[in-house]
């Protein structure tokens, strides 16, 4: 082989190679705690809440985005990620709007020793970007049980689903629309506990 073949030979391993290597940027989105009223009910005014970590009942939670095509064909967005484990991001948010709604004395996060009068779990049914044809949505959907820790009974347990039209059927797109349902999650669970 001559020096100039050799030559080219090595160029176009080269190119091949950094065309290969080339990726698109990963983009990172969170959730957006919404703004909530401040409460003034009294049932819970000297009472602390514990917002356990949420449980799945389908996809691992991770900090990777979930789409479906089908019933049976889903995915993950490979240049889109949440900025954190989806667990954690709810947590935050619920945390976050408990606390802001004054509803309780003190608001409380899963790894805290401190004791608590009452404990909120959630199991997520559905956290993903549904795509079918032309039409594409956020879906949210999950289950809140408020457990009175002196007795350990069940209080009380409500399921929360939304189905929310994304604006454009990318990552971005579903989570604008995923922050949507989130705000209104978490109006309707202050609203649920009041009751």
Known sequence: M???KKLVLIFVLLWFGGCSSKQAPLKVYTLNAPAVATSYSNKFKYKTIKVM???SLKEKISQKMHYSYSSAEQGVYQNSQWSNNIGKLLEG???QALDGSRLFKAVLPYA???QEDYRLES???AFSHQ???EQS???VSIQFSLIDTDTGKLVKTKRFSYRIATKTMDAK???EATNEAVGRLTKDLLRWLQL
């Open 2 to 4: 001559t020096r100039s």
């Open 53 to 55: 970590y949420p449980q």
């Open 93 to 95: 948010t619920l945390i």
């Open 112 to 114: 805290s020793t401190a």
């Open 123 to 125: 199991n997520i049914f």
């Open 131 to 133: 795509v079918r044809g």
């Open 137 to 139: 949505h956020a879906l």
């Open 173 to 175: 797109g579903y989570v």
